[in-house]
């Protein structure tokens, strides 16, 4: 898979090989040094660039459907869609996504919990570049586990784009910070009380709550691990993102 800039130069490529017996992937960057061809990938000082840059450049305005892994994003290419991918499932936040920065954005996970762990890794980079941002729903695509793009492709040989963009999506909506908002008085305020308990309720279904010695208060995202304090900038962009993933609203002035 060959990785370029936005004007089509190439930058390296990323080889991707798969044992047909045992099913074991062999995945490694190679750049080119002079004349020799090495493994490893180049430096980038912003963060690497994301795969198929020059079609994000070349088409600024098309909806942009990201998966995790080149081949899948080929696939879906392969369709007329404009598709991305910054790599495997932990490589979002090695990644330069100011190319796709207020664009809508479709997200095809894996069906697995790396899957979901990137999805919700790039969706939290996106909405804060102020993309609209959708999640597709494996499950109501009909994919088992560990099932992606690719294997949806397979199982339906004639589809097209307006196929794929017309499958079911976790959330439609555009976070609004005034979507919820009441028209006043004790119904206002019954309405925000309800949001703030809908708000708990989600942060303790995701999160295992805790203190520490100094009795500050962390949470850590039962998928990915991750720990925040709940007093950080960090915490309140993964409420906004996973909140916004789940419910189609924004948390921010609830």
Same mark, same amino acid.
């Given at each position: 898979?060959?990785?370029?800039?936005?004007?089509?130069?190439?930058?390296?490529?990323?080889?991707?090989?798969?044992?047909?017996?045992?099913?074991?992937?062999?995945?490694?960057?190679?750049?080119?040094?002079?004349?020799?061809?090495?493994?490893?990938?180049?430096?980038?000082?912003?963060?690497?660039?994301?795969?198929?840059?020059?079609?994000?450049?070349?088409?600024? $305005?098309?909806?942009?459907?990201?998966?995790?892994?080149?081949?899948?994003?080929?696939?879906?290419?392969? /369709?007329? /869609? $404009?598709?991305?991918?910054?790599?495997?499932?932990?490589?979002?936040?090695?990644?330069?996504?100011?190319?796709?920065?207020?664009?809508?954005?479709?997200?095809?996970?894996?069906?697995?919990?790396?899957?979901?762990?990137?999805?919700?890794?790039? %969706?939290?980079?996106?909405?804060?570049?102020?993309?609209?941002?959708?999640?597709?729903?494996?499950?109501?695509?009909?994919?088992?586990?560990?099932?992606?793009?690719?294997?949806?492709?397979?199982?339906?040989?004639?589809?097209?784009?307006?196929?794929?963009?017309?499958?079911?999506?976790?959330?439609?909506?555009?976070?609004?910070?005034?979507?919820?908002?009441?028209?006043?008085?004790?119904?206002?305020?019954?309405?925000?009380?309800?949001? %703030?308990?809908?708000?708990?309720?989600?942060?303790?279904?995701?999160?295992?709550?805790?203190?520490?010695?100094?009795?500050? %208060?962390?949470?850590?995202?039962?998928?990915?691990?991750?720990?925040?304090?709940?007093?950080?900038?960090?915490?309140?962009?993964?409420?906004?993102?996973?909140?916004?993933?789940? $419910?189609?609203?924004?948390?921010?002035?609830?």
């Amino acid at each position: 898979h060959a990785y370029t800039d936005d004007g089509g130069k190439l930058l390296y490529w990323r080889i991707r090989l798969k044992n047909r017996q045992t099913g074991e992937k062999w995945i490694r960057p190679m750049k080119r040094v002079g004349a020799r061809h090495v493994l490893g990938e180049p430096e980038f000082r912003d963060g690497k660039p994301l795969y198929r840059l020059h079609s994000l450049a070349l088409r600024p $305005t098309d909806l942009v459907v990201v998966t995790e892994g080149e081949y899948k994003a080929d696939k879906l290419a392969a /369709l007329g /869609l $404009t598709a991305t991918t910054s790599g495997g499932a932990d490589s979002a936040s090695n990644a330069d996504w100011a190319p796709v920065a207020g664009r809508e954005v479709l997200i095809w996970p894996d069906n697995d919990e790396a899957g979901q762990r990137y999805a919700l890794a790039v %969706a939290e980079i996106l909405i804060n570049l102020k993309c609209k941002v959708r999640v597709l729903d494996v499950v109501a695509a009909g994919l088992g586990p560990k099932g992606d793009a690719a294997d949806w492709l397979a199982v339906h040989p004639d589809a097209a784009a307006a196929d794929v963009l017309g499958l079911a999506c976790m959330s439609d909506a555009t976070p609004s910070p005034g979507d919820d908002q009441g028209d006043g008085g004790d119904e206002e305020g019954d309405k925000r009380q309800s949001q %703030a308990s809908t708000i708990v309720a989600f942060v303790e279904e995701r999160a295992i709550l805790f203190h520490n010695e100094n009795s500050e %208060a962390f949470a850590q995202d039962k998928i990915t691990r991750e720990t925040r304090r709940l007093e950080s900038r960090q915490f309140r962009d993964w409420l906004v993102s996973n909140f916004y993933l789940k $419910t189609g609203k924004s948390p921010r002035d609830q």
